[in-house]
């Protein structure tokens, strides 16, 4: 079980800013900007590379969740990231989606 869906069960604290039937967003404990939130699916999915076509309809309404948090938020920049694996970057291995906004950001990332 990782510390993702330990918050889903909310079997641990987090600053919760959205949630609906299949996602959940949260605050990041180590923002990487002033506005850093992930989005997760409630179904408990590794990574992008562990979607399944019976997840076409998940994937979505992750976007679309993504989408919604910003909005809420007044975030009208934004970079949305999502890394696969560990080479990537990936430390929690349930498919999630960073929002980061809030400053100018620059590509490439640095």
């Known amino acids: ?4 869906q330990k918050i889903i069960d909310r079997e641990i604290p987090a600053d919760i800013v959205y949630e609906d039937d299949h996602t ?6 180590s923002p990487k900007a002033p506005t850093h939130v992930l989005v997760i699916p409630k179904k408990a999915v590794a990574g992008v590379s ?3 076509e019976t997840d076409e309809h998940l994937a979505g309404k992750l976007l679309l969740s993504a ?9 009208h920049d934004y970079r ?23 400053r100018p950001l620059g590509w490439p990332p640095g």
Do not use: K, P, Y
């Not at 079980?1 to 993702?4: A, Q, S, V």
């Not at 959940?24 to 404990?29: N, Q």
């Not at 949305?80 to 809030?102: D, R, S």
């Open 1 to 4: 079980m990782t510390i993702f």
């Open 24 to 29: 959940l967003a949260f605050r990041d404990i």
């Open 50 to 52: 562990s979607l399944e």
């Open 67 to 75: 989408a919604e948090v910003a909005r809420r938020l007044d975030l």
């Open 80 to 102: 949305l990231v999502v890394n696969n694996g560990a080479g990537a970057g990936q430390t929690v291995f349930h498919l999630h989606i960073h929002i980061l906004g809030g």
